[in-house]
C-alpha cells in the first residue's frame, strides 16, 4: 500500500511541476520511533512494539506540532503507520491546521485485552515517549484512531499530568486530543469525522446536481465498519435537525452486516447491537457479508473501517452512485483507477475524514489558552460545529473546482491541492530552490 502510495504522490508531484525536493521530503518520515515496553499481560510481563512515525511538518516545529491518531490494531506495521503519517499531513494541509502529520501504534487487539491491560500498556508506552521528548502540546500530539478512544485519551492525559510536575511542566492536556468532555476534552469532537463526512457528502451532492439529478430527496447509504465513525454516521445520517436526511439500507462490522432496501430502522438498530453486540438475527433485514455489503446497489457506498476495502478485485462491480472514503486508504490506487474508467466519483479520506483532526484543533487550542467553564460547554459546541462546517465545506468546493476543471478526480484533485500549500511552507521552512 505505501508503495502505491508513493507513486500516486510522485504523479501529483509532477502534475504541478513541483521540483525533486517536494517529494523527497513527504515519501521519507523525518522522524520513526521505535521502542519496547513491557506491559502486564494475562498476568504476565510481555513485551511489546510502540511505534511512532512523524512524516513531514511544513511548519516551525516547537511552535506548531505533528499531530496523528494511536492506533490499537494487530494489523499495525511501520509500512502502514508511514502511509498513514502521510495522509494526515495532506489532510491538514487540505483544511489548513497547523499540524505536521503522524500517526502510531501498536499491533494488538483491544477485545482480547482487559481495561486495566489496555490501560498499562498505554501508560508504559507515555513514560517511554515522554523520556524521549516524543510527545507534548508543542512537539507531537495524540489523538484516537481504530482501537483507541477517549478512555484512552484520558489515560494519556492522566499520566502526563503525574509525571509532568513543577517548573518546565508540560501542558498536559493540550499533549492529547479525543479527552472525555468532562476531562479538558471538546463537545462534538466524538463525532467529528462522521459529521463531518456527511457534511462533505451533502456538500458535493449540491455542487454535482445530486449526480446530475439521479439521486431521490433521501439519498440511500450502505456504511461498512460500526466503530465510533460508522456507528455515529449511522445515527447522524437522517437526524433532520442535524441537517441531513439520508436513509441507510446497508450497514457491517467486521463479522458481518445487515441490508434493507427500503431503509433500516436505525434506532432499533443501534438498540440491537447494543444489546446482542452483532447484527445477526437483526429483524426485518437480509444478513450480508462485509465483501457482499460493498457491492449492494446504493447512491452513497462508505467504508468506515480500515484500509483497503476497494480494490482492483472488486472496484469494477460497485453499484454505487459515489464512494465517500471514510476510512484511511480504504480506496486502494489501483481501485481509484478502475473507478475514474467508470466515471464512479470517489470522495477521498483526506478530504472526507478530516473533520475528527479539524475538531481536535479546536481541542487543542482550548487547552492552552483559558479553560472554559461548563457553562460554556453549548457555545463551545456551536461553535465548533460552526467551524467544521465551513472548514468541511471549503475543502469540498475546492477539490471539487478543481477535479471539474482540470478533469481529473477528486483523489487527484485533493492531492495536488494539498501539495500546493504545503510546498512554500517546506521551502520557507528550509530555504530550498526552486
Known sequence: MLKEQLTELEQACHAINAPDWLFEELSIPKEVVMLTIRPIIKGKKTSKTVIRVKNCNPYATGANPFKGGLRYHPGVTLELLESLALDMTLKCALTRLPFGGAKGGIAIDPEKLSTLELRDITEKMVEEWLMLNVIGPDVDVLGPDVGTNPDTMFWIYNKVSKINRGPGAINAAATVTGKPLGNDGCPGR?????????????????????????????????????????????????????????????????????????????????????????????????????????????????????????????????????????????????????????????????????????????????????????????????????????????????????????????????????????????????????
Not at 472488486?314 to 478502475?338: D, Q, W
Not at 472554559?372 to 472548514?391: F, G, N, Q, S, W
Open 190 to 434: 466524538e463525532d467529528a469525522t462522521s459529521r463531518g463526512g456527511l457534511v462533505t457528502l451533502q456538500e458535493y451532492l449540491r455542487l454535482s446536481g445530486g449526480l446530475s439529478g439521479r439521486m431521490a430527496a433521501s439519498p440511500t447509504l450502505v456504511v461498512q465498519g460500526f466503530g465510533n465513525v460508522g456507528s455515529n454516521l449511522v445515527r447522524l445520517a437522517s437526524d433532520k435537525k442535524a441537517g441531513f436526511d439520508f436513509t441507510v439500507v446497508g450497514v457491517s462490522d467486521k463479522n458481518g452486516g445487515v441490508y434493507s432496501p427500503n431503509g433500516l430502522n436505525v434506532d432499533e438498530l443501534e438498540k440491537w447491537y447494543k444489546e446482542h453486540r452483532t447484527f445477526t438475527g437483526f429483524p426485518h433485514a437480509e444478513a450480508v457479508s462485509n465483501s457482499d455489503l460493498l457491492l449492494l446497489p446504493c447512491d452513497v457506498l462508505i467504508p468506515a473501517a480500515i484500509e483497503n476495502q476497494i480494490t482492483s478485485a472488486n472496484a469494477g462491480l460497485l453499484k454505487a452512485g459515489i464512494v465517500l472514503e471514510l476510512a484511511n486508504e480504504a480506496i486502494t490506487p489501483e481501485a481509484h483507477k478502475i473507478m475514474k474508467e467508470r466515471s464512479l466519483p470517489a470522495i477521498p479520506g483526506i478530504a472526507a475524514n478530516a473533520g475528527g483532526v479539524v475538531i481536535s484543533f479546536e481541542e487543542w487550542s482550548l487547552n492552552r489558552g483559558h479553560r472554559r467553564h461548563a457553562v460554556e460547554i453549548p457555545e463551545i459546541y456551536e461553535e465548533a460545529i460552526d467551524k467544521l462546517t465551513k472548514i468541511m465545506k471549503g475543502v469540498i468546493q475546492q477539490i471539487y473546482a478543481r477535479s471539474e476543471e482540470g478533469k481529473i478526480t477528486m483523489n487527484e484533485a485533493a492531492t495536488r491541492i494539498a501539495l500546493e500549500y504545503i510546498m512554500p511552507q517546506i521551502k520557507a521552512k528550509h530555504g530550498f530552490e526552486d
